[in-house]
């Protein structure tokens, strides 16, 4: 039997168990919406902006480690997923991008609603397809998740042109994928493998630098045991936070930036620096010249291009994190009982703990106790989940406090832009996330600023009974550039001053969702509690100190040695 | 340091743009780039002729070797190749002059191929340093145009 495209298209969906669909129609894809309440197994949710419907979809990625799925119309539609899909692609987040175009035959005549989709999407996306016949439009789906889900994965985008998908054609899903051109190389190559271990078991100041990487390929467990057998200290990434306990005595913290002094300091000192599923960006290595400068590097990643690329490398092993990680494991665990075969790095964890106790984590509190401060309102929030609950954070300040005074234990527990630095993101990534575990308490730390860059989500929030719990850090600030302008531009607070803001909590009651505010830090704990416990989704407008900044801090540029302290 | 890549590519519609757009957004640098279908249905062969350090060199190989599309990257400065590139020239040759003109034409065994009251237009093939001194030679009588097919490159059966 024959079916249209937009028949197929669903039926592919049902195929790759797609379970959600975050969307909003337009003309070119109502075949597809007219289908859709034929498809029970699948849910759709109807988002307030483009935008929104890709940062929920790679929210919903992020927590699961699935493909997350949006669906939009043509033009407008379609590049109001651009900053969703950027921001998939430099965090390697599977997503499936699918998009309405204009008819076939309408292509490049600058028809209503129509825009180079493809030609725009090409560089922030993994791969990205035209579909112009509807033959082809299986097996483009096909090819689609299957990118978009190995290797290093990424967005993928497809563009279907109307008449694709009234067009009928014969359904047959393709079982199996082959790329020629496409062959991730996914198993490490073991004399790598052994000449990392001969590295690690001979140095004095080993240590683990793990990247977002680790949790793409769900390899948390073995750096786990890796880091405890081989007594190695652990720092990570952002990206990375969650792979390895952040209450364990091995664990360092974050790295780079805003990082913190112990993390850094071992970054300067060690002499094996294992870098798994990381890419060596900027806001993680400061100055790349004085980076690591006593270390010899490994460095374990599925993408050939992130080897070499910042830094010189002296034992390069390219492959998915997990398979390299398990196969040191293999190597290593016969050998950990012989003596002397590794090295001890008693003194090591013993400076460590040295830079761990001169400067820990730290800012001042109110000392007059009248005003709440960001980071304590992080700590509250800690305080009352026990690291069980899902963070998303927008962009800024919020995400780095949000970063350093929670601590996650398991991966996929933050949800976060790392590499784009997308404001606007966690609200509708929460949204996402939401969607894949509702039973899970899931918290959006953001800022006054970066709300209101997706705030219309409120609405698909509260349709679909997400209860969200939105906690904005307000320092009426868009802080993270106001603590730039403070500390390199003489204070010059240009256009960071948010001076007329809504009120947070009439806007939550107006779209059908709490909203409570709180200002004086001895309700702090009472109303989050209270706030996580509604059944509905909640605005918590935390009014905090104005002009806190994220210690330490590395000036952009400054090598990791040069951090500015509390 | 220059390198000639060659690039076997699916010949798909936006392959170009998907090579140029690496290049462009990454800013690596293209001197030349040659496009043309291979005896394999469905497959092309760039060759593109690019400049950088190792490090650069390094990564604009992965980087192409990432795009989907792309079969097979060579960089032919790791193999004995044979590099050619084609050149048509129109130049001035006014007949106090011509002899001149044909005489160097002739040093470098390239072809006339179209003739007028002024001027000459002649193709030649060689490699890049052929080519360069050729067109500096040809330079003092006035080249009116010129189009250059940019290099192709093969390896030589005996490395």
Redesign the interface.
């Known amino acids: 039997m024959e079916l249209t495209g937009a028949q197929i298209f669903l039926e592919c969906l049902k195929k790759e168990g797609v379970q959600h669909i975050f969307g909003f129609p337009g003309g070119v894809v109502i075949p597809i919406y007219d289908e859709l309440p034929k498809h029970p197994e699948i849910t759709h949710y109807l988002v307030r902006h483009e935008q929104g419907a890709a940062h929920m979809a790679d929210g919903y990625a992020r927590a699961t480690g699935k493909v997350g799925v949006c669906l939009v119309t043509s033009g407008p539609g379609a590049t109001n997923t651009v900053t969703g899909i950027a921001t998939a692609y430099m965090d390697s987040i599977p997503m499936v991008v699918f998009t309405g175009q204009v008819p076939v035959g309408l292509i490049g005549n600058d028809a209503f609603q129509e825009v180079d989709i493809v030609g725009i999407t090409r560089p922030c996306t993994k791969h990205n397809y035209l579909v112009k016949d509807v033959t082809k439009l299986a097996q483009t789906i096909k090819e689609a998740f299957y990118l978009a889900s190995s290797g290093r994965p990424g967005p993928v985008l497809v563009d279907l042109p109307k008449d694709v998908l009234t067009a009928t054609a014969e359904f047959k899903y393709p079982r199996s994928v082959s790329i020629r051109s496409y062959k991730p190389h996914e198993s490490p190559s073991v004399p790598q493998i052994r000449k990392a271990l001969d590295l690690i078991r001979s140095a004095e100041r080993p240590m683990f630098y793990s990247g977002g990487g680790v949790i793409t390929a769900n390899a948390s467990e073995e750096l786990t045991w890796l880091a405890k057998n081989l007594d190695i200290p652990v720092a990570s990434t952002l990206m990375g936070l969650g792979a390895f306990p952040g209450n364990d005595p091995l664990w360092l913290g974050m790295l780079g930036m805003h990082g913190t002094y112990c993390a850094n300091k071992a970054i300067q000192e060690c002499d094996v620096l294992i870098a798994v599923g990381a890419r060596f960006d900027d806001r993680v290595t400061g100055k790349l010249s004085s980076f690591a400068p006593h270390a010899k590097i490994v460095h374990m990643d599925i993408d050939p291009t992130s080897i070499r690329k910042n830094v010189k490398v002296d034992v390069p092993i390219v492959a998915d994190c997990r398979m390299a990680l398990k196969a040191l494991h293999d190597e290593a665990e016969p050998n950990l009982k012989k003596k002397g075969w590794l090295k001890s790095h008693a003194a090591w964890l013993k400076q460590i703990a040295a830079w761990r106790k001169d400067h820990p984590l730290t800012y001042i509190k109110d000392p007059a106790k009248k005003i709440i401060k960001p980071q304590q309102v992080v700590e509250t929030i800690y305080e009352l989940t026990k690291g069980d609950a899902i963070i998303a954070t927008e962009v800024g300040q919020n995400q780095m406090w949000a970063a350093q005074f929670y601590h996650y234990h398991k991966p996929r527990t933050l949800i976060t832009s790392g590499g784009l630095g997308t404001m606007g993101y966690g609200f509708p990534a929460a949204i996402g996330a939401k969607a894949a575990w509702p039973d899970k308490l899931v918290i959006d730390v953001a800022g006054d600023g970066s709300i209101q860059m997706c705030i219309q989500e409120l609405a698909t929030a509260v349709c679909y009974g997400f209860d969200v719990k939105i906690v904005i850090l307000n320092n009426g600030y868009l802080g993270m550039v106001r603590q730039w302008q403070e500390l390199f531009y003489d204070k010059n607070y240009c256009a960071t001053c948010m001076e007329f803001q809504p009120d947070f909590v009439k806007l939550a009651e107006s779209y059908g969702a709490a909203g409570f505010r709180i200002s004086d830090p001895a309700k702090l704990k009472g109303t989050l509690k209270k706030a996580f416990a509604v059944k509905k989704p909640v605005i918590v407008d935390v009014t905090c100190a104005q002009e806190e900044n994220v210690y330490p801090m590395v000036p952009a540029g400054a090598s990791l040695s040069d951090m500015l302290l509390v | 340091m220059r390198h000639t890549l060659s690039i076997l ?2 010949n798909e ?2 392959v170009l ?2 090579v140029a ?1 690496l290049f462009s ?1 990454r800013g690596f640098n293209i001197e030349s780039l040659n496009v043309a279908p291979t005896l394999e249905e469905g497959v092309s062969l760039m060759t593109i002729s690019t400049t950088g350090d190792e ?1 650069i060199i ?2 604009i190989i ?2 192409l ?8 990257v060579v960089d032919m400065n790791e193999h004995k190749t044979v590099q050619r590139e084609m050149v048509l020239l129109k130049v001035n040759a006014e007949d106090s002059r011509r002899a001149e003109v044909l005489r160097i034409v002739d040093i470098f065994r390239c072809k006339v191929v179209d003739v007028s009251g002024n001027d000459l237009t002649v193709e030649s093939t060689g490699d890049q340093g052929k080519i360069t001194a050729l067109i500096q030679l040809l330079t003092r009588f006035g080249i009116k145009e010129i189009a250059r097919t940019g290099v192709v490159s093969m390896k030589r059966s005996m490395q």
């Open positions: 590519v699916e519609p936006g743009s998907r757009g957004g490090l390094e990564q992965k980087q070797r990432k795009l989907v599309t792309v079969i097979k």
